[in-house]
């Protein structure tokens, strides 16, 4: 009886030994195939391979997966969310007899559901952001205008509600023959005043947003002169709201502005994003800041690199920190994943996404990981 009693015992035990390596061996399988991800959408240009906007995943090692064509459309070259990220909006940067096209896509899950799309108010629309109060600003750039449109609570697009037209226009570059209205953007601390950046001009635009009367009513003073030939392109606030960079594409260069007394701004001072040394063509695209408001970082395109800098958080400088080499040809947009453990950059003319692991501490990135992508040019998280 005793000797059935130890036979017993000793099988439980090999039974329940052996359940729990499987359950172990089980839960390890989950944790390698089932990693954690952040989905983001990819904007494209449809003139090659690409049929529109794709989705991909960031796994949580860094590596990159495609998912899906979520959307067939013609050059989906800026995408952005609505403020409260049920729709995705998107600049369909065409000129049909002089304009371009906004569209509007219901968010579901993993998949996107056209609802309508509107004139931009200009042609080759290559930006657009969407306001709190549901107003949507896009900056149409052959136009040389900036758009003004309404969200519905639908996620329908108005028509175009105002168009605010930029003059001017003869600059040292052969690009600055016109106004080029590149990007739009309003302030983090007062959301009516609103900046456009013309590259044709060589100017910041500043205006107020009049939500009565649907319209964009110039400041005094109306603008802010960069560099002859810098062609301002993208802007980014610091998170404090006191200090702003702005990229300029033809010149490759950084000027920060902040506002004085009077509340109007001013430029601080300018930094290049190319080596001394560096003679080729070369032309700025995207620029970012990380959350904490330590690190810049900086596209160009022709070294093919991002540039990258610390922030002096007494008085909002930059000073340049070093170069990484995106991997690719025409790194355009890129952005920093939702954890900003991660920079992914769309390489547009060698059709690839790169992704490097972002150091938090010191700002430098570590590649990590490459995949294909059709054309890319903008991405979303």
């Known amino acids: 009886m005793k000797l059935d009693f130890l036979i017993f015992i ?14 172990t061996t089980e839960k390890m399988v989950e944790t390698t195939q089932g990693q954690k991800s952040y989905p983001f959408y990819l904007g494209t240009y449809t003139h090659g391979e690409s049929e529109g906007i794709y989705r991909y995943l960031l796994l949580e090692d860094g590596s990159l997966k495609r998912t899906a064509l979520v ?6 070259s800026y995408l952005a969310h609505s403020a409260d990220r049920r729709f995705l909006l998107v600049a369909s940067e065409v000129n049909d ?5 906004i569209e509007s896509y219901a ?3 993993d998949s996107l559901t056209f609802i309508n799309k509107s004139s931009s108010g200009g042609a080759h629309p290559c930006f657009l952001v ?15 205008n900036i758009g003004l449109l309404r969200l519905g609570e639908n996620g329908n697009l108005s028509g175009v509600l105002h168009v605010q037209q930029h003059s001017g226009g003869s600059g040292v570059k052969e690009q600055q023959n016109s106004p080029h209205a590149h990007s739009v953007w309003f302030e983090p601390n007062d959301n009516k005043n609103i900046i456009s950046l013309d590259l044709g001009t060589d100017e910041l635009w500043f205006s107020h947003l009049d939500s009565e009367q649907d319209k964009l ?5 109306k603008t802010l002169k960069m560099a002859p030939g810098a062609g301002p392109r993208h802007l980014i606030f610091h998170p ?4 702003a960079y702005v ?3 033809l010149d490759g260069t950084i000027t920060t502005i902040q506002k004085n007394t009077r509340g109007n701004y001013e430029k601080k001072g300018t930094v290049s994003t190319l080596p001394p040394d560096y003679a080729e063509l070369n032309s700025n695209a995207d620029i970012h800041i990380s959350s904490d408001g330590k690190f810049v970082y900086a596209s160009n395109r022709g070294h093919n690199s991002i540039a990258i800098y610390s922030v002096d958080n007494t008085n909002g400088s930059i000073a340049f920190i070093g170069h990484e080499s995106t991997r690719g040809e025409t790194p355009r947009n890129f952005s920093l994943s939702p954890d900003e453990n991660y920079v992914l950059v769309a390489n547009q003319h060698s059709n690839s996404i790169t992704s490097f692991k972002r150091n938090k501490n010191t700002g430098l990135l570590t590649f990590v990981s490459q995949i294909e992508a059709p054309a890319p040019v903008c991405i979303l998280f």
């Open 71 to 76: 959307a067939s459309t013609t050059n989906p």
């Open 247 to 249: 990229l300029n594409e």
């Open 97 to 101: 007899d002089g304009v371009g096209f």
């Open 240 to 243: 404090n709201g006191m200090w």
């Open 10 to 23: 000793v099988l439980c035990c090999l039974i329940s030994c052996k359940g729990q390596k499987k359950e």
């Open 130 to 144: 969407a306001h709190p109060e549901g107003y949507v600003f896009t900056a149409n750039y052959t136009g040389g």
């Open 217 to 221: 009513v110039p400041s005094d003073p």
């Open 107 to 109: 968010v579901s899950g």
